[in-house]
């Protein structure tokens, strides 16, 4: 049995945004355990005020099809006529109110996105300090001269090369940004997926996914 999404409507001072949350299995069993949190990011067609447009997609879709999955995950719903960038603060409260509210654990927050939500995590993972553990930007893109704000979390960057909406060399210019400072950053190129679920699903699907964030969490 895997336990049901639920949606909900966060409002903050700033404005107000609706999610859908899911929990693990063993969430309501176990009163004393603790679990890792994944912010999952979508894409540009999924913006609005209609949490349907989120079922089913992404991570998680991954997540309630596997029994065994071990994360919280918390989707929100970037409102229509804006992208994820404008909408960091509103983001950063969310996931503190989960801290509150949830058994997080605080040491391995991660943060992922595909395409417009990829953008969101570079842009949320450049302007966040002591939240995220590592983030996992998928088919997004970025301004390579931010890379000095990027060296304090580890990153694991997907993108596939036959991608005609956002180019794989988007990709390729931040993360090579990166590596001339010395950042902690890995690149995974998909060579026969274009801008599409695909690439998602590959990820999301993909144990050595989970190994990695597992290795990267943070310390006080």
Known sequence: M??????HLFKSDIQEMGYKLFLPNGYVGNKNE???????????KRRGNDLSLLDGYGL????EQDPGFNYIVITPQCPINTFWPENHLILVELVNR????????????YLTGFSMGGN???????????????AVPI???????????????????????KDDVVPVSY????????????????????????HS?????????????YSWLEMNKKTD
């Open 2 to 7: 895997v336990m049901p999404t639920t949606n």
């Open 34 to 44: 603790f679990f890792p949190l994944i912010l999952f990011l979508h894409g540009i």
């Open 60 to 63: 998680m879709q991954i997540a």
């Open 98 to 109: 989960l801290i509150r509210e949830y058994r997080v654990d605080q040491s391995r927050i």
């Open 120 to 134: 969101g995590v570079w842009d949320l993972a450049a302007k966040t300090r002591g939240l995220f553990a590592a």
């Open 139 to 161: 088919a997004g893109w970025y301004e390579s001269n931010e890379a000095q704000n990027l060296t304090h979390i580890p990153i694991w960057v997907f993108h596939g090369e």
């Open 171 to 194: 990709s390729e210019s931040m993360v090579n940004a990166i590596k001339r400072i010395d950042g902690d950053i890995k690149f995974t190129r998909y060579s026969d997926f274009d």
């Open 197 to 209: 679920h695909n690439v998602m699903k590959e990820t999301f699907t993909n144990p050595e996914l």
